[in-house]
């Protein structure tokens, strides 16, 4: 696919600015470019390596670690079934062969609509709400075969776009930093000791009690 | 179709009554994730806290923290007040990364935290970068936990206009920025080195420890304190309230509340804010106000006390209560709050093997003894199930544990056989605690339910060769007995 268009390049650029060292960046930057193409490809890496001041290869270093980077298309709705323990005590490697049949693929396949990829998944931190289904990260708690078949008709019918956006979008409300409300983003060998410890040292070696 | 999308765990409550509610006051307030509903609801006012710390010294507040005895929340139960003092002196500047990675399979606690109570976790940040004079503090965010990410983005932003983060905080000369960051999906970026160099864009990959313990040398080689969203998240109401009214929970060495998640096997799943130190699994279990009971009438056959990680216990160890000094002799741990309860219907080969699965999927494969022992473990476990085990299979894993922890390992007492506890932790081979994990699981279905596992291993489930009939000589110990006809 393609490389960061143009809005992406700046919000981009408002990223790297948070952190004091722009390969800190990396992870976040992938997720953009996931949620600009539903996947990372080779030139959106090459394109953040050059953002960011690395290879291509320490790009793809590190997304290749990280099982959210999907670095072949994937269907627009990952659905990933939770077999962990507490899901596999009520039915969660049940659900997946359901699931599996319902869809037409394994775990790990993608429908030849181009509609899903489904995954088996370790815990996604909703264990008392077993068992857990994440569509493209959201949750749906307590699902039975019933209501995953439900669910699926949903997506498919494009009944749920408001609370499921496509592969690759996560948070839809992004952190605001700029302006003169931010403190102070500097690189670590620019930076002293801040002024309210200085000043509360300084009371403390006058005897002071005024801090 | 909205029921099930509006079902964001409906079974999540406080417990109210005679434990007061430090961190979960506002889970069920509609707007608690707000500014307005943070200073409006729950157990206290959101943000005075940090108003009256602004107040006193940063060593004051650092005191104070240490005082109560906060244990940290994210597993290994460290006071949080005393590793705020291992940053060397004068070493500038500090940083602060918050741990919202949540990832031990059982545990589901911070993800709550974060959606209903993102302002709770920011004056939590706050208050411990004034303390320790951070410089900059990353709230590091679980990857797949979108909802979170927007609900504290959200509130950020809101923090940030109504300048309670960034410069000159409530007007005075304290100033710090919050910056929201996330992961994309890595159990072992929980462990606070591999976050760390998760956060400088590299393999979550965990450093040795010495030398790099996060407080001296953290991320990019600056002292850095590592705290779990829990423990952060008990700070306003600590400031609030006071040491005294928190140590009012709870026993002297472990004061406060946890939250637990209650999974598995129990009529009334949930998340709970329990006293710490004196409430019992026996209370979680059976409680009306918690548990309500293991599920339609069964019986309990065992739990684990602290998520995947722990050694198993069982029915013998319901009265012991959620603390630490209890818990570790008795052959297991708390670790993050994760009680999972299996009923007398629970197969312990095939809870073992996923548990174990989990492990070698997660293994980051940086140490030979966790990256090829814990996929091993894995092959054999399933060649049980799946019919195909050797007698010499158990003896096998036993070995493959040992060489990823010597000596015992961990594990509760059998009254059955009359072997001994073995006191927590275990000894690792290895660069970080993932590894070792994976023998608990193998390490407590061996002591107890042996011979679910011979059973096993002597039925033979071959897969024939050919679909016609083939006559099988079984009686030798071959692998498969239908390829040697
Ligand atoms: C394999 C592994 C995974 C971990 N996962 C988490 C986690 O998801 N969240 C967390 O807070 N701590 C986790 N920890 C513990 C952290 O290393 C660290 O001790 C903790 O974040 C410190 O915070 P606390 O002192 O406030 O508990 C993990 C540790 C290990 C060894
Ligand atoms: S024990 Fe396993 S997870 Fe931990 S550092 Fe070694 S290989 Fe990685
Ligand atoms: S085990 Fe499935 S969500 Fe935790």
Known sequence: MARLNADNVALAERIIARYPKPRSALIPLCHLAQEQDGWLSEEAMAHIAELIDCTPAQVLGTASFYEMFKLHPVGRYCVNVCTNISCQLLGGEELLEHAEETLGVRSGGTTEDGMFTLEDVECVAACTEAPA?????????????????????????????????PHGTLAKVRQELDGDRVANITAPQDQSKPVWIERAEAAARSGGDDS | MNAIVNRLGDSTTGSGEDVPLIVSSRFTEPAGHTLEGYRNSGSYRGYEGLRSALERSPSEVGEIVKEATLLGRGGAGFPAGVKWGFCPPDVWPRYIVVNGDESEPGTYKDRVLMERDPHQLIEGCLLAAYAIGAAQVFLYVRGE???????????????????????????????????????????????????????????????????????????????????????????????????????????????????IALSGHVNNPGVFEVAQGTTTFRDLFESPRYGAGIRNGHELKMFIPGGASAPWFFSEHLDIPLEAREVGPAGSMLGSGAVVVMDETTDAVRACLRLVRFFARESCGKCTPCREGTTWEEQILTRILEGHGRPSDIDLLTDIGDNISPGPYPVAADPGSGLEAVPFPPRQTTICPLGPSSVAPITSALRRFRSEFTDKIK????????????????????????AHV
């Open chain 1, 133 to 165: 289904v994440q569509v493209n990260y959201r949750y749906f708690h307590r699902l039975d075969t019933e209501a995953f078949d439900e669910l699926i008709s949903a997506l498919r019918a494009g009944e749920l776009e408001d609370s499921v956006p």
């Open chain 2, 145 to 259: 936990m979108a909802h979170a990410q927007e609900r504290i983005a959200a509130a950020l932003n809101e923090a940030y206009e109504a300048n309670l983060v960034g410069r000159n905080i409530l007007g005075s000369d304290f100033s710090v920025d919050i910056v929201l960051t996330w992961g994309a999906g890595a159990y072992i970026v929980g462990e606070e080195t591999a976050l760390i160099e998760s956060l400088e864009g590299n393999r979550g990959m965990p450093r040795l420890k010495p030398p790099f313990f996060p407080a001296a040398k953290g991320l990019y080689m600056q002292p850095t304190v590592v705290n779990n969203v829990e423990t952060l998240s008990n700070l306003p109401w600590l400031f609030e309230h006071g040491v005294n009214a928190f140590r009012e929970t709870g026993t002297e060495s472990s004061p406060g509340t946890r939250l």
């Open chain 2, 459 to 482: 039925r033979r489930d071959p897969i024939p060769v050919s679909s016609e009939p083939v006559p099988v000589n079984h009686a030798g110990e071959f692998d498969s007995g239908a």
